[in-house]
C-alpha cells in the first residue's frame, strides 16, 4: 500500500525502533541512502545497512537479519518484485520501500500491512483495479467441488450434467482470467525508471524543513545519472530540473554565508554536453563524448578532420586544446561555451546544450553535476577487481563529500578512460562492421579478449555502450528502418561459468525509453526451454549461457516478428 503521511507512518513509526536498509548497487540509491542517513541522525535511529545488486543477494540479507530486525527499509530495490513472496516473509515484518524501477508489482501496491511503498501513486501508470487481479473463490463452490469428489466415486456422480448456473459460473471465471492476463500483460510489458529516489528523499527532507545544499546536489546529482543512463526523457527531466533549480533559489536566499571558502555554491546554468572537459583536454573531451563523436562520426578519417577544422572556427590553437583547461589562457576558457554554441548549427551539434548545476566551494573546486556522474560511474564499475561491493559504495559516499577531493580527482582520471574504451569499443564495432541486424533487432557481441572487456560486465558501463553502438550504427547505416530498430549487446560475463550477459535497449526513434524487452527476454527464454538468470532488477538484463546465445536470438527474433 502507499504511504500518505511519509512524516507520521514512516519517519515517527520509525523513532526508536532499530532497522535494516537495503540499498542498490547505483548511484541514484547511494544519493537516496545518503540524505536518509542525515535524516536519521535527527531521530538517533539504529540501523545496518547492506548493499545489493539483484534478487538473490536481498534474499540472503534478508534471511541473515530477519531475527534480528521487523522493520526493512529497501532503497530502489525490492519495488518490481512482490516482496513478501519472494523473501517468504513472517507476517509481523514490514517493509518500507522507495524504489525508482517501475512497473511497481500490483501485490505490493495491493499489500494491506506488510508492504508499504514511500513513492505516492501515480497517474500514468494505468495500474488495474483490486477486483480485476484478485478474486475470492466462494466458499459454497469449494464445498459443492468437495461434496461431489467425496460422493462415493460413483461414474453416475461424476458424469452428471452441469447445472446451467455452474456453465455460467465457469464461463465468467474464464473470462475473468483472460481479462486478468490482459490487463497484467498491459501493465507489465515495458519497464521504466520514475522519479530518481534521491529527488523523492529530498521532498522529504525539506517537508521536514531538514534540506540543505548538500542535499540538495545529491538530488541533482541522481537526475543527472538518469538523464546521462537514458533512463528517463528530455521532457522529464525538464520538469525536474526546474523544481531543483527553484529548491537551489530558495536555499541560496536562505543561506547567510559569505566567506567565499567555506560556503557552498549551486549555480544553475547551461552546459555542454561534453565528458569532463573541466577536467581534461578540450580535444580529448570533444572526441571521446558520445554526442559529439556521433555528430561527427568521429571514428572516421573525415570525422578526426572535423574537430581541427571545428577548434579552428572557435580560433582556438592546438596547444591550447590539449592543454589541461584548467590551464588554458583565461580568455580562451571563458569564450570556450559560446564558441561552441556559435558553431553548433554549423556542424550539426545543435542541442548540445542542456539545463544543468554546477557545485562550487573554495576557490579551486568546481564540479559540474555529470563530472560527479562520471566519477562515481568509475569509482563503482571501473575500479580493480578485487575490490568488494561495500567498499565501493563507501567510497563513492566519500566521493560526495566536500571533504575528500582527492578521491573525486582519482576517480574522474578512471572516468576518463572509460570515456576512450567507450569511443575505441564502437570504433571497432564500426570498422570492422560487428553491428549485426536480425530482422527486428541489430546486435553487437563484445568478445573475450577485446579491448577492457571485464569493464563490459558491469550494468552501467554496458549500458552507455549500448547507447553510443546504436547511435552510432544509426548515423552510419544506410537501412531507412536504422531508428526504428532496437539492439541487444551481449558481453562476457563469467568466464568460468561460460555464462554472458544480454542488453536489450529500445530504438533511437522512441521519444519514451520505455523497455519491452524484460517481457520479450522471458517469452523467448520460455519458449526455447533455456536457463536463464534473470536475477537482475531492471528486468532488460539477463544471464544465460554463451552456448545458447545463437538460439536465444533466433527465438527472439520469430518473437518479436
Known amino acids: 500500500m502507499y504511504v500518505l503521511d ?5 519517519y515517527e513509526f520509525l523513532a526508536g525502533k532499530r532497522i535494516f536498509l537495503i540499498v542498490h548497487y547505483d548511484i541514484d540509491g547511494i544519493c537516496a541512502c545518503k540524505i536518509l542517513q542525515s535524516l536519521l541522525k535527527y531521530r538517533n535511529i539504529l540501523y545496518t545497512l547492506a548493499i545489493v545488486r539483484g534478487r538473490a543477494e536481498i534474499k540472503q540479507a534478508y534471511i541473515e537479519n530477519s531475527e534480528d530486525v521487523k522493520y526493512f527499509v529497501l532503497i530502489n530495490c525490492g519495488g518490481t518484485i512482490d516482496i513478501a513472496e519472494e523473501l517468504e ?21 495491493y499489500s494491506t500491512e506488510q508492504v508499504r511503498l514511500l513513492s505516492g501513486p501515480e497517474e500514468e501508470a494505468l495500474v488495474p483495479e483490486f477486483d480485476h ?30 447445472g446451467e448456473e455452474q456453465i455460467m459460473k465457469r464461463r465468467e471465471k474464464r473470462l475473468w482470467e483472460e481479462n486478468k492476463n490482459r490487463l497484467l500483460f498491459e501493465y507489465s510489458q515495458f519497464t521504466y525508471y520514475s522519479k530518481a529516489s534521491a529527488i523523492f528523499m529530498f521532498d522529504f527532507a525539506w517537508k521536514l524543513n531538514k534540506d540543505d545544499k548538500e542535499l540538495l546536489w545529491l538530488a541533482i546529482v541522481a537526475l543527472t545519472e538518469q538523464m546521462l543512463s537514458g533512463k528517463i526523457d528530455n521532457t522529464q527531466y525538464t520538469l525536474e530540473i526546474e523544481s531543483l533549480r527553484a529548491h537551489c533559489k530558495r536555499l541560496q536566499n536562505k543561506t547567510s554565508d559569505t566567506d567565499v571558502q567555506t560556503s557552498l555554491k549551486i549555480v544553475f546554468e547551461k552546459d555542454l554536453k561534453l565528458a569532463l572537459y573541466r577536467h581534461w583536454t578540450v580535444e580529448h573531451s570533444l572526441k571521446y563524448s558520445m554526442f559529439t563523436a556521433v555528430r561527427l562520426k568521429l571514428w572516421t578519417l573525415k570525422g578526426d578532420m572535423k574537430i581541427h577544422q571545428l577548434l579552428a572556427d572557435m580560433g582556438l590553437p592546438l596547444v591550447q586544446s590539449r592543454q589541461h583547461f584548467k590551464s588554458m589562457d583565461l580568455q580562451l576558457r571563458k569564450e570556450f561555451h559560446g564558441s561552441v554554441e556559435k558553431l553548433a548549427e554549423k556542424y550539426n551539434l545543435q542541442d548540445i546544450e542542456f539545463a544543468s548545476f554546477i557545485l562550487q566551494y573554495g576557490f579551486r573546486n568546481k564540479f559540474c553535476a555529470s563530472d560527479i556522474v562520471y ?19 563507501n567510497q563513492a559516499l566519500d566521493c560526495l563529500s566536500r571533504s575528500k577531493v582527492e578521491v573525486m580527482n582519482n576517480a574522474m582520471e578512471r572516468a576518463k578512460n572509460i570515456a576512450k574504451t567507450l569511443f575505441k569499443t564502437v570504433q571497432s564495432a564500426v570498422d570492422m562492421k560487428q553491428i549485426i541486424t536480425a530482422g527486428p533487432f541489430v546486435y553487437y557481441i563484445i ?40 539492439l541487444i549487446v551481449s558481453a562476457p560475463k563469467d568466464l568460468e561459468r561460460g555464462t554472458c550477459l544480454l542488453l536489450g535497449i529500445p530504438p533511437v526513434c522512441e521519444n519514451s525509453p520505455r523497455n519491452f524487452f ?7 527464454a520460455d519458449k526455447m526451454k533455456c536457463e536463464v538468470n534473470c536475477d537482475y532488477l531492471d528486468t532488460s538484463y539477463i544471464e544465460l549461457r554463451t552456448e545458447d546465445r545463437t538460439r536465444f536470438f533466433d527465438a527472439l527474433a520469430a518473437l518479436l516478428n
Open 447 to 486: 568478445r573475450e579478449g577485446c579491448l577492457d572487456w571485464y569493464m563490459f560486465s558491469h550494468l552501467h558501463i554496458l549500458a552507455l555502450l549500448a547507447q553510443f553502438i546504436l547511435k552510432a550504427y544509426v548515423s552510419m547505416s544506410r537501412n531507412r528502418k536504422a531508428s526504428t530498430l532496437p
Open 375 to 393: 566519477a562515481l560511474l568509475a569509482i563503482l564499475e571501473a575500479s580493480p577487481r578485487d575490490k568488494k561491493p561495500e567498499e565501493l559504495f
Open 518 to 524: 524484460g517481457k520479450a527476454f522471458e517469452q523467448a
Open 6 to 10: 511519509l512524516k507520521k507512518e514512516f
Open 89 to 109: 516473509a513472517d507476517d509481523n515484518i514490514t517493509f518500507f520501500i522507495l524504489d525508482s524501477h517501475r512497473p511497481i508489482d500490483l501485490c505490493n501496491i
Open 133 to 162: 487481479i484478485f478474486r475470492d473463490e466462494s466458499d459454497s463452490e469449494a464445498s459443492n467441488e468437495e461434496s461431489e469428489d467425496s460422493d462415493g466415486g460413483n461414474r453416475a456422480a461424476k458424469r452428471r450434467r452441469l
